[in-house]
């Protein structure tokens, strides 16, 4: 761990939101008198009936129940739009960077308002209705914001589903949430390539479960090509809009009326879909934009994120727009047409604040210095890092050069469940060390417990667990609230656990350790061994699975399997390869095995439980330190797994 300081820049906290002396009293506030605090911050949104409750909210195992500024009324999209457009309707709302560098488009409040108030009314003429579910599986077009825009205007529930996820995973999400309507494109571009969004969704709607619920698919025209059409399922998007009006008056809605669906990934199970609803969200993701970035008026806001994680819904859509800002949105991928890609854009549009993961920063990295060619990064005032831990290295690498030494980084600690930023440094307040997501936001309250269930005081190591209720909290799992209690609130009674490890050090800094559950982070991107572990068993040659992480340079954690044939298969690396395709078709490619090691056996306790903590040593090549090996049935296997060992440093 670095020990390395960087103070605040006087520069920075001379001109911020927050400067330290208002963190403290601030976030004292926050704690000790939070209807106070929130009754106040919550006025930030615009209410069409104001509320006056503020907090009401249990985290007791038997009755989990979360609610925020309960009988007030508001309107998500309303609050992205409509209360912008005397003031700033010809502002810039949204920059669209296309994949190809020659393609962007800016699109002031006011167009974007039309454009979502026609495309509301174009899920209503087919058939949507407040508290509906509709899935979109879109690629980084403004049409995603505008769909997301236009649920919430009707009080539709979007769900978003990444558009790097297979079919079948697809199908599951589909059917899991009950969803009537599939927002997608025909084709989407990433990199120069053209992928078959559009194929994807007719694949998923052969699975019997989401055929059932899903009535229509929208499909937007991104590129011109032809694509397979059910005519009476299929409706191309711009022939909808062009039909509709633009009079579309934004639904009244409770504060606990749910937003959105957004589906992740746990230690056990298939992906749960996590409710977020209308009123605290909007008020922590337009907190915490204004804040974590010091957002102010005529800045250029980048966030690399995909619409299809958290991240994208909080800090691509509604925190920004919710503020009024000019947010950019990047269809392509760092490396196309080159490298230096990130450093043209944020020299194109005077980018202010770009906000990144850690993955992307060590690829670039890898490039060497001149990555970013003669890009002229000047305009860069903060920068953003989030999904994994950031390795001191990686961070230092920022720090110098994409932000010249004179950025602050704010490391930004949270989850999807957590629905906004609940760790991190504030520009103008917090000194920073690199690696370290530091302090906790407003009105959060961490703690560390041992396994056990004891809060641990002072400096240490320990289970990162949330005290209470912060607004943008998750309520509840769609359709299964036993799964959300049961997740989230019994392994230690009375409080939000995490399923992240933490060390306190004595300055009161948090840095995470990573998961201490079977989840891995792969480039930033959230996985279930569990998952990937039944794609693997839903192959016919494959008897047995087990999945763990590995540090990976670049992806952080890299996903290494052990596989066990089932009788009558012979190991080659044809079926190698066909395994790490079988779990790209099942899931997606940013689940593909990075290393596979056949193995005749699995090291287990006598009473049949595979020893994972042995399995990871091995992965990370680690097997002087395995331990006691002394309970397993049959201790030779791991002879066996340690010279055939596949990551071999
Ligand atoms: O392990 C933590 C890691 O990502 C997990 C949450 O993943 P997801 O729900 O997909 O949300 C990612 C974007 C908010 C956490 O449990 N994580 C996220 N941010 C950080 C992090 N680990 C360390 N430092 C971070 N800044």
């Given at each position: 761990m670095s020990e390395k300081v960087y103070p605040v820049y006087p520069e920075i906290a001379a001109g911020a939101h927050i400067d330290s002396a208002k963190y403290e009293a601030m976030y004292e506030q926050s704690v000790n008198d939070t209807d106070a605090f929130w009754g106040e911050h919550g006025k930030r949104i615009d209410w069409f009936k104001p509320y006056t409750k503020v907090k009401n909210t249990t985290f007791d195992p038997h009755n989990v129940d979360i609610r925020w500024f309960e009988d007030g009324t508001l309107n998500a999209a309303y609050n992205c739009l409509d209360r912008h457009?005397?003031?700033?309707?010809?502002?810039?709302?949204i920059i669209w960077e296309g994949d190809d560098p020659s393609e962007s488009e800016n699109i002031t409040y006011r167009q974007l308002h039309e454009r979502v108030c026609k495309f509301a009314n174009a899920l209503k003429g087919q058939?949507?209705?407040?508290g509906d579910v509709v899935t979109l599986y879109m690629p980084m077009i403004p049409e995603a914001a505008i769909a997301m825009l236009a649920c919430a205007r009707i009080g539709a529930v979007h769900s978003v589903v990444f558009g790097g996820f297979s079919p079948e995973a697809l199908a599951a999400r589909v059917e899991g949430a009950n969803s009537k309507v599939v927002v997608t494109s025909n084709y989407s571009l990433r990199g120069g390539k053209v992928v078959p969004l559009k194929e994807n969704v007719d694949k998923a709607l052969e699975h019997a479960g989401a055929a059932a619920c899903c009535q229509s698919v929208i499909v937007v025209k991104r590129v011109d090509q032809d694509v397979a059409w059910d005519g009476a399922r299929d409706k191309w998007y711009e022939d909808l809009v062009a039909d509709a009006s633009a009079d579309c008056p934004a639904t009244e809605l409770?504060?606990?009326?749910?937003?959105f669906i957004l589906y992740t990934s746990g230690s056990t199970g298939a992906p749960k879909g996590l409710k977020h609803t209308t009123g605290g969200y909007m008020v922590y993701a337009s907190m915490t934009h204004e804040y974590v970035f010091d957002y102010k008026e005529g800045d250029v806001y980048w966030c690399t994120a995909d619409v299809g994680w958290v991240t994208g819904h909080s800090y691509i859509v509604y925190g920004p727009l919710a503020n009024g800002a000019t947010t950019l949105m990047f269809e392509g991928v760092p490396s196309y047409p080159d490298n230096s890609r990130f450093g043209r854009v944020i020299e194109k549009h005077k980018v202010n604040q770009f906000y990144t993961a850690p993955t992307a920063i060590r690829a670039l990295m890898q490039q060497g210095?001149?990555?970013?060619?003669?890009?002229?990064?000047?305009?860069?005032r903060i920068l953003g890092s989030v999904g994994e831990p950031i390795n001191p290295e990686a961070w230092e690498w920022y720090h110098r050069i994409i932000g010249d030494e004179k950025c602050p980084i704010v490391d930004t600690w949270w989850q999807t469940e957590t629905g906004g930023v609940m760790i991190v440094p504030l520009p103008g307040a917090t000194a920073a060390k690199p690696g370290s997501a530091t302090r906790p936001f407003f009105g959060v309250q961490p703690a560390l417990f041992d396994n056990e269930g004891k809060a641990l005081e002072g400096a240490t190591d320990g289970n990162l667990v949330i005290t209470d209720s912060w607004p943008s909290q998750a309520r509840s799992i769609w359709g299964d609230h036993e799964r959300f209690i049961q997740t989230y609130f019994s392994t230690f009674k009375g409080v939000y656990t995490t399923g992240d490890g933490a060390r306190r050090d004595e300055d009161g800094y948090y840095w995470i350790t990573g998961r201490v559950d079977d989840v891995i982070n792969v480039s930033g991107h959230r996985m279930g061994t569990a998952e990937v572990e039944s794609a693997l068993v839903a192959h016919p040659a494959v008897a047995e699975a087990a999945v763990v992480g590995y540090p990976h340079d670049v992806k952080g954690q890299g996903i290494y399997v052990y596989v066990t044939l089932q009788a009558g298969f012979e190991q080659s690396d044809e079926l190698m390869k066909e395994l790490r395709n079988h779990v790209r078709g099942e899931i997606g490619p940013i689940a593909s095995p990075d290393l596979i090691q056949f193995a005749p056996g699995m090291p287990k306790t006598r009473s049949g439980k595979i020893m994972r903590r042995i399995l990871r040593k091995i992965a990370e090549d680690d097997f002087g330190a395995l331990g006691d090996t002394s309970t397993l049935a049959d201790p030779t296997v791991v002879d066996d797994l340690i010279e055939n060992r596949m990551n071999r440093k």
């Amino acid at each position: 761990m670095s020990e390395k300081v960087y103070p605040v820049y006087p520069e920075i906290a001379a001109g911020a939101h927050i400067d330290s002396a208002k963190y403290e009293a601030m976030y004292e506030q926050s704690v000790n008198d939070t209807d106070a605090f929130w009754g106040e911050h919550g006025k930030r949104i615009d209410w069409f009936k104001p509320y006056t409750k503020v907090k009401n909210t249990t985290f007791d195992p038997h009755n989990v129940d979360i609610r925020w500024f309960e009988d007030g009324t508001l309107n998500a999209a309303y609050n992205c739009l409509d209360r912008h457009l005397e003031t700033r309707g010809d502002q810039v709302a949204i920059i669209w960077e296309g994949d190809d560098p020659s393609e962007s488009e800016n699109i002031t409040y006011r167009q974007l308002h039309e454009r979502v108030c026609k495309f509301a009314n174009a899920l209503k003429g087919q058939g949507v209705e407040q508290g509906d579910v509709v899935t979109l599986y879109m690629p980084m077009i403004p049409e995603a914001a505008i769909a997301m825009l236009a649920c919430a205007r009707i009080g539709a529930v979007h769900s978003v589903v990444f558009g790097g996820f297979s079919p079948e995973a697809l199908a599951a999400r589909v059917e899991g949430a009950n969803s009537k309507v599939v927002v997608t494109s025909n084709y989407s571009l990433r990199g120069g390539k053209v992928v078959p969004l559009k194929e994807n969704v007719d694949k998923a709607l052969e699975h019997a479960g989401a055929a059932a619920c899903c009535q229509s698919v929208i499909v937007v025209k991104r590129v011109d090509q032809d694509v397979a059409w059910d005519g009476a399922r299929d409706k191309w998007y711009e022939d909808l809009v062009a039909d509709a009006s633009a009079d579309c008056p934004a639904t009244e809605l409770d504060a606990e009326a749910p937003l959105f669906i957004l589906y992740t990934s746990g230690s056990t199970g298939a992906p749960k879909g996590l409710k977020h609803t209308t009123g605290g969200y909007m008020v922590y993701a337009s907190m915490t934009h204004e804040y974590v970035f010091d957002y102010k008026e005529g800045d250029v806001y980048w966030c690399t994120a995909d619409v299809g994680w958290v991240t994208g819904h909080s800090y691509i859509v509604y925190g920004p727009l919710a503020n009024g800002a000019t947010t950019l949105m990047f269809e392509g991928v760092p490396s196309y047409p080159d490298n230096s890609r990130f450093g043209r854009v944020i020299e194109k549009h005077k980018v202010n604040q770009f906000y990144t993961a850690p993955t992307a920063i060590r690829a670039l990295m890898q490039q060497g210095e001149d990555v970013l060619g003669d890009a002229d990064l000047s305009s860069l005032r903060i920068l953003g890092s989030v999904g994994e831990p950031i390795n001191p290295e990686a961070w230092e690498w920022y720090h110098r050069i994409i932000g010249d030494e004179k950025c602050p980084i704010v490391d930004t600690w949270w989850q999807t469940e957590t629905g906004g930023v609940m760790i991190v440094p504030l520009p103008g307040a917090t000194a920073a060390k690199p690696g370290s997501a530091t302090r906790p936001f407003f009105g959060v309250q961490p703690a560390l417990f041992d396994n056990e269930g004891k809060a641990l005081e002072g400096a240490t190591d320990g289970n990162l667990v949330i005290t209470d209720s912060w607004p943008s909290q998750a309520r509840s799992i769609w359709g299964d609230h036993e799964r959300f209690i049961q997740t989230y609130f019994s392994t230690f009674k009375g409080v939000y656990t995490t399923g992240d490890g933490a060390r306190r050090d004595e300055d009161g800094y948090y840095w995470i350790t990573g998961r201490v559950d079977d989840v891995i982070n792969v480039s930033g991107h959230r996985m279930g061994t569990a998952e990937v572990e039944s794609a693997l068993v839903a192959h016919p040659a494959v008897a047995e699975a087990a999945v763990v992480g590995y540090p990976h340079d670049v992806k952080g954690q890299g996903i290494y399997v052990y596989v066990t044939l089932q009788a009558g298969f012979e190991q080659s690396d044809e079926l190698m390869k066909e395994l790490r395709n079988h779990v790209r078709g099942e899931i997606g490619p940013i689940a593909s095995p990075d290393l596979i090691q056949f193995a005749p056996g699995m090291p287990k306790t006598r009473s049949g439980k595979i020893m994972r903590r042995i399995l990871r040593k091995i992965a990370e090549d680690d097997f002087g330190a395995l331990g006691d090996t002394s309970t397993l049935a049959d201790p030779t296997v791991v002879d066996d797994l340690i010279e055939n060992r596949m990551n071999r440093k």
